[in-house]
């Protein structure tokens, strides 16, 4: 049961980012703690709480003066499927337009890998306003074989 949820800003004793992508083993790869690690320090960081307990945590990076990406979002194996994710990323986008940001990016595994547990990720970004832009393959950096999905969204007009 949810009891009290809130978001704040990630904090150093947050270490709790890397157990929750540790019990995702579908969705994120062994090299990914560390490379969170290095974001969170980078960029702007945030982690949801329910009771006091770290439920997620979301990384958002500037591209430029009016575009923002969102590097991670992950939520607790156990509470997905709950809206936590949804309050998580709108607290977010909420910051990120307050802060002059007009559209933002975020890359997920294309729909042409086959991949089943990514459906449902797709499904979660497409419900939260995000559209399907384009396909990379191979995004550099990315392993051979994951086709990336570039979805965005517009906080707001830009023309
Ligand atoms: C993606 C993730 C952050 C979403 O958080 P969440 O709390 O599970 O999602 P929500 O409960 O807010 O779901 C919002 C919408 O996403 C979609 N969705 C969520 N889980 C789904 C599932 N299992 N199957 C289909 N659609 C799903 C639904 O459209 C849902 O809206 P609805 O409840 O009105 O139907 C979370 O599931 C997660 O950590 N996934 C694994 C890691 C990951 O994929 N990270 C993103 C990499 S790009």
């Known amino acids: 049961m949810t009891l009290m949820l809130a978001v704040r800003r990630f904090e150093a004793r947050d270490a709790s980012a890397a157990a929750i992508i540790r019990r995702l083993p579908d969705y994120f790869t062994d090299d990914v703690p560390a490379k969170v690690d290095q974001d969170v320090a980078r960029h702007e960081a945030w982690v949801l709480t329910d009771s006091g307990m770290v439920a997620g945590f979301v990384v958002a990076a500037r591209k430029s003066a009016a575009g923002a990406e969102i590097l991670w979002i992950a939520v607790d194996a156990a ?55 384009d396909t990379i393959d191979p995004l550099p950096g990315w392993q051979p074989g994951s086709p990336a999905a570039i979805y965005v969204a517009a906080l707001r007009p830009t023309r």
Do not use: Q
Not at 93 to 106: F, N, R, T
Not at 117 to 127: I, K, L, Q, V
């Open 79 to 133: 509470r997905r499927g709950c809206g936590h994710g949804t309050r998580l990323l709108s607290h977010v986008l909420d910051h990120l337009a307050a802060a002059g940001i007009s559209v933002v990016e975020v890359k997920t595994l294309d729909r042409s890998s086959g991949y089943r547990p990514y459906e449902a990720t797709r499904a979660f970004w497409e419900r939260n306003g995000f559209v399907h832009l």
